[in-house]
């Protein structure tokens, strides 16, 4: 027997063996529990013990796993070596083979067999088998989603493999997919036991002296994340567990970032629901998922053992289609089917690119592959970390002070490295001598072939061109296509003319179009920047010919034209107050001015080079600059001085924009990065890498949790700022896009490019809308209207074009129901929605972004009707034959009331939350008291199906229609019946009463609305009349003065009862229109349908030329 068994002491049974001395006995400091360096941390060769090591098999934080092989037993093992910190003491030690004979004592198919814990020469090793697969971490990918079920049995057999080790008192404390191997037979085992918690207290170990978190933050649990160690126990690992379920689901985990970016999500944040981020996910096992995710303890799944019973339910319901999917043979989970090799050969593709990079003189861009590949500490690839980290040194080494490199790349574009800095040498005047050669022949030929009256050889000879004549023409119309149609060619209109070249006095008024943009001329040179003023009445914009111009956004009039730069003016902007313009000129200097006169208010004096990009924050104090002196200012306006100098670019800054509530600044530029700044201190937050060539534009997303940004790379890229990733990359442009911007409600992203096109994209769904043509050059500059109907493009034809929004581009989309949706109801504080639905389900929405939230289900049958308490925690719906109390927070059901013997058709609250209103399918009307359930009264019956019930806003009235045509009110403190109305014979479909209560109106199956005095019931006139289809939901705006109604072919229609010629119509659902109701702070109008989506109008801050 090897002599070094000896020295060993076994912890498995707790017993020496004959003949061992302890080591700890002969250790220097040893004694007293005193701490000494342990030598854990040299690799393994040859022999150790019985063992004879073979290979490492990866290193972590916590240890370093050989594969090995137990010469006694002949059987392979997996060895694990943990890494203790010099100043482990003997109760830290001692506590690890506490540990890991209780790990040692389970036996369990999904666990892995821990084989002998021990010590030699010094070192704690723990033997476990060898399990010959691959770990769980393979087989996620967002670009592989896996099927539901079979995720679904893969945590159902941890959660059991868990239960058993509960049950035991023995708790993981590191559960992640890296931690569990799929093996040949496709079993999940769950390795890693006993080796989580290394130190006197749960979580020690996993911080250094600085605090700095060792581990798996991601899927930590939050009272792990905060260092809650007596709280730390089986429900963490439901916790963890409910992570990776998540990440199984979604290809991604919930919470993303940095380190302590991490942490504070896990403490703080909720994650977004799986449903957001894979569409159509069962409800039910969402809620599972997220339950099991609950930040505070008491609302968690209670057990692992429970986990396992919920899924398993789950799963027997899906018995029908769980074959179809490989749920008996786990067939994704396949070692053929991993996805985690495609790292390598990402990897592999880097190496080669950089090598050939470094090859051209590429040094800049090889350098960003080389600085990313060296940070990889996944020891599976150890030999990309290795080789860049040697690379990187040549690159070093080779970036002299001075060294200019100058190659020419495949496609024949000239590049120059110096001193590192990558720079594209533009070809534009090449280009533009061949488009001007090209030009003259063109015209050459055609005063040769046409008649010598013809109206454009007439125009054309009178003037001087501003763009080459084999441009694409100016098109007055400004045609307007969508992807994936032709693209015809634009006929040159015969009165094209040209601006003027010295600037003109106020030009005359120019019409607004209906038919295509509105022109803005007046500038004699490139247009570099256009934005709107707060209150959408003014445009500004900024020119080459050094020029600043104040145009009434309306009509097209130039009001103003401000002269003070002696160079181009590159960038515009008016603070919210719209009392003061600022523009950064090349002439290096920031200029103020009145936007009313039009006169000098002052000069910022700072940067050392062309001033680029200028932005107010929100209470107009204060002003961030941009320039190509490689710097980003801070300026207070009020002393009219700078406040902070932010350096950190390594080249040109082309914009700097601040967030929402100015915490924080954007900028970006010619170094490609996209930086993130704390405003109040002046330190880099974090650098979004991704545009591999020069940016020029970017913003923060309305709510502050995404970015845009685009570039000369020809894409268009979205950030989540919480994880510092892309999102998405938007390809469409066929050039450089040098703008972008999120429109006020997030929902979309106009670009501009030097394609000379205009693009609106969706910004959830990230495709490509709509394109408008019509400039005759390329673009600078695009920005929304602060309404979102209309955007201006800036162009270096010299104009500014202004282009209404197609009207269906304008609402918010919200998906996620299976089946047609119901009503919508808008939280007390505004900030949430929710809906119901045919799918039997209650979701939550983000009012501002429309991004979901969670989902509520219980309903066994439809759900008809919804309605936020006094609270936006309390949530009521009615649909089956029951009246159910949801806790948003939770997304807990806390109370159910059977409320009918047969089917609930309507249902609403009384305005201060203290009783329910309920109609059914047999016409009964009952109310119901919101804290015990109680029935209150019963009122009068319907002869047929109630369809819509309402409470009066001053709560005095009790309103309901039906199928039989009439609608009853009654008096809501007795119950007794105060009128009943009827409009005609159809069947009265919905009803609404006004926000002074005393009108009432209906909608019938015929089309009609009708609008009644309460008090006496005179039904009054002028009602526009829009049509015969059925009518499903009638809403007043929250003023009280137009009425809008959700019709049965998809439109929804708001009239202004009194005046029949009053008539808006607005389309967008491809079915039927089931609901209409308006947010009472934004004025946005909520529309639901049967083509199962939620649409937000920005309908009462809408222009009326819509």
């Given at each position: 027997m090897d002599e070094t068994r000896d020295s060993r002491q076994t912890r498995l049974t707790g017993h020496d063996l004959p003949g061992d001395n302890s080591p700890l006995a002969s250790q220097p400091g040893a004694e007293g529990g005193v701490s000494r360096p342990l030598a854990n941390v040299a690799s393994l060769t040859g022999s150790f013990g019985k063992y004879l090591v073979e290979r490492c098999l990866g290193e972590g934080a916590m240890g370093t796993v050989y594969l090995a092989t137990d010469s006694d037993l002949q059987r392979p093992v997996a060895l694990k070596i943990p890494k203790f910190e010099a100043a482990a003491t003997?109760?830290?030690?001692?506590?690890?083979?506490?540990?890991?004979?209780?790990?040692?004592?389970?036996?369990?198919?999904?666990?892995?067999?821990?084989?002998?814990?021990?010590?030699?020469?010094?070192?704690?090793?723990?033997?476990?088998?060898?399990?010959?697969?691959r770990p769980l971490s393979d087989f996620v990918s967002p670009d592989h989603p896996l099927p539901v079920d079979q995720v679904a049995t893969i945590i159902t057999r941890l959660a059991d493999g868990l239960a058993h080790a509960h049950s035991r008192d023995v708790v993981h404390r590191d559960l992640k997919p890296s931690n569990v191997i799929i093996d040949p037979q496709r079993e999940p085992i769950l390795t890693d036991f006993g080796l989580a918690r290394q130190s006197g207290t749960p979580d020690a170990a996993r911080l250094t002296g600085t605090g700095t978190i060792l581990g798996s933050p991601a899927y930590m649990s939050p009272e792990q994340a905060r260092g809650r160690l007596h709280e730390i126990g089986p429900r963490s690992d439901v916790y963890s567990l409910g992570v990776m379920f998540y990440e199984l689901l979604t290809g991604r985990l919930p919470?993303?970032?940095?380190?302590?970016?991490?942490?504070?999500?896990?403490?703080?944040?909720?994650?977004?629901?799986?449903?957001?981020i894979r569409q159509g996910l069962d409800p039910q096992l969402e809620t599972i998922c997220l339950d099991m995710m609950a930040k505070p303890l008491d609302r968690r799944t209670a057990s692992a053992a429970e986990v396992a019973v919920e899924i398993n339910a789950w799963l027997a319901r899906q018995s029908d289609t769980a074959?179809?999917?490989?749920?008996?043979?786990?067939d994704a989970f396949d070692s053929s089917k991993a996805v985690g090799d495609a790292r390598r050969e990402q990897l592999e593709n880097d190496r080669h690119l950089a090598d050939a990079l470094i090859g051209q003189g590429r040094l800049s861009m090889a350098a960003r592959i080389v600085d990313a590949m060296s940070g990889v500490d996944d020891p599976r690839y150890r030999e990309f970390s290795e080789w860049a980290r040697s690379r990187k040194l040549d690159i070093q080494k080779s970036r002299r002070p001075g060294l200019v490199v100058s190659y020419t790349a495949a496609d024949g574009t000239r590049f120059i490295d110096i001193s590192g800095r990558l720079f594209r040498a533009r070809t534009i005047w090449i280009a533009t001598a061949i488009v001007m050669v090209t030009c003259l022949v063109t015209l050459e030929w055609y005063f040769n072939h046409s008649p010598p009256n013809d109206p454009v050889q007439l125009a054309v000879s009178q003037t001087t061109p501003t763009a080459p004549d084999n441009e694409t023409p100016d098109d007055p119309t400004g045609e307007t296509s969508n992807p994936g149609e032709s693209e015809p060619g634009l006929p040159l209109p015969p009165t094209a003319q040209p601006p003027p070249a010295t600037p003109q006095p106020t030009p005359p008024a120019v019409s607004p179009r209906t038919d295509g943009p509105m022109v803005l001329s007046g500038h004699s040179e490139e247009v570099r920047q256009v934005v709107f003023s707060s209150d959408s009445r003014l445009l500004i914009s900024g020119s080459e010919d050094s020029s600043v111009r104040i145009w009434d956004a309306t009509s097209g009039r130039m009001l103003l034209n401000c002269t003070g730069h002696d160079d181009t003016v590159e960038s515009v902007a008016i603070n919210p107050a719209g009392s003061m313009i600022a523009s950064g000129g090349a002439d290096d200097l920031i200029r103020l001015w009145n936007p009313v006169t039009g006169?000098?208010?002052?000069?910022?004096?700072?940067?050392?080079?062309?001033?680029?990009?200028?932005?107010f924050t929100s209470d107009g104090k204060t002003l961030v600059s941009a320039s190509d002196d490689n710097t980003v200012r801070l300026w207070d306006l009020q002393a009219r001085k700078e406040t902070r100098l932010f350096n950190g670019h390594s080249d040109s800054v082309n914009v700097a924009e601040f967030n929402h509530d100015a915490t924080r600044i954007l900028s970006a530029g010619a170094d490609t990065d996209v930086v993130l700044w704390n405003t109040t201190t002046g330190k880099q937050l974090s650098v979004l890498e991704g545009h591999t060539e020069e940016i020029w534009s970017g913003m923060f997303s309305p709510d502050g949790r995404q970015a845009v940004t685009s570039g000369d790379d020809h894409t268009i890229r979205i950030w989540d700022l919480a994880t510092s990733k892309e999102v998405a990359s938007l390809e469409g442009h066929t050039d450089e896009v040098n703008g972008v911007c999120f429109s006020p409600n997030g929902r979309l992203i106009a670009s501009a490019g030097v394609d000379g096109l205009v693009k609106i994209w969706d910004a959830v769904a990230h495709t490509e809308l709509a394109t408008f043509k019509g400039h005759t050059d390329y673009l600078w500059d695009v920005a929304f209207s602060p309404d979102g109907t209309r955007l201006a493009s800036a162009s270096a034809d010299a104009t500014v074009r202004v282009w209404n929004v197609p009207q269906h581009l304008l609402a918010k989309i919200l998906r996620g129901h299976s089946e047609p949706v119901g009503k919508v109801a808008v939280s007390p504080d505004g900030r949430e929605l929710a809906s119901c639905s045919m799918d039997q389900t209650v979701r939550l929405w983000d009012a501002t972004s429309g991004r979901p939230g969670r989902v509520l289900a219980g309903h066994s049958h439809w759900v008809w009707g919804i309605a936020f308490g006094n609270s936006s925690d309390t949530l009521f719906s009615a649909g089956d034959n029951t009246l159910r109390q949801w806790n948003t927070r939770t997304g807990k059901e806390e109370q159910k009331v059977e409320v009918t013997d047969g089917q609930v058709r309507a249902f609403a609250l009384d305005p201060k939350s203290q009783f329910a209103v309920i109609g059914d399918n047999a016409g009964r009307l009952t109310t119901w008291t919101l804290d015990t359930g109680r029935k209150l009264l019963s009122l009068s019956r319907h002869a047929d199906e109630i369809s819509d019930v309402a409470v009066s806003p001053d709560g005095r009235w009790i309103a309901s229609c039906g199928l039989d045509g009439t609608l009853a009110i009654h008096s809501s403190s007795d119950g007794k019946l105060h009128r009943n109305l009827s409009g005609s014979k159809a069947k009265l479909q919905c009803l609404s009463f006004r926000p002074d209560s005393q009108h009432i109106a209906a909608g019938s199956h015929a089309g009609d609305v009708f609008v009644w005095m309460v008090a006496d019931g005179t039904l009054q006139p002028g009602v526009a009349d829009a049509g015969t289809d059925v009518i499903f939901r009638l809403a007043w705006t929250p003023d009280g003065k137009r009425l809008a109604s959700a019709h049965g072919d998809g439109r929804l229609v708001v009239r202004q009862p009194g005046d029949p010629d009053d008539l808006i119509t607005l389309e967008g659902h491809r079915e039927g229109a089931l609901s209409v109701c308006f947010h009472p702070r934004t004025g946005e109008m909520i529309s639901s349908s049967f083509d199962h989506t939620i649409r937000m109008w920005p309908f009462l801050n809408a222009s009326r030329s819509r």
């Open positions: 003997e109760e830290i030690r001692e506590r690890f083979f506490v540990e890991a004979r209780a790990a040692a004592a389970l036996r369990h198919t999904n666990l892995c067999p821990v084989y002998e814990v021990g010590e030699i020469d010094g070192r704690c090793f723990l033997a476990m088998a060898y399990i010959d697969g919470f993303e970032g940095g380190i302590a970016e991490v942490l504070a999500q896990v403490i703080n944040d909720e994650p977004d629901p799986p449903s957001a074959t179809s999917s490989g749920i008996a043979n786990l006169k000098p208010l002052g000069i910022l004096r700072g940067h050392e080079d062309t001033v680029t990009h200028v932005d």
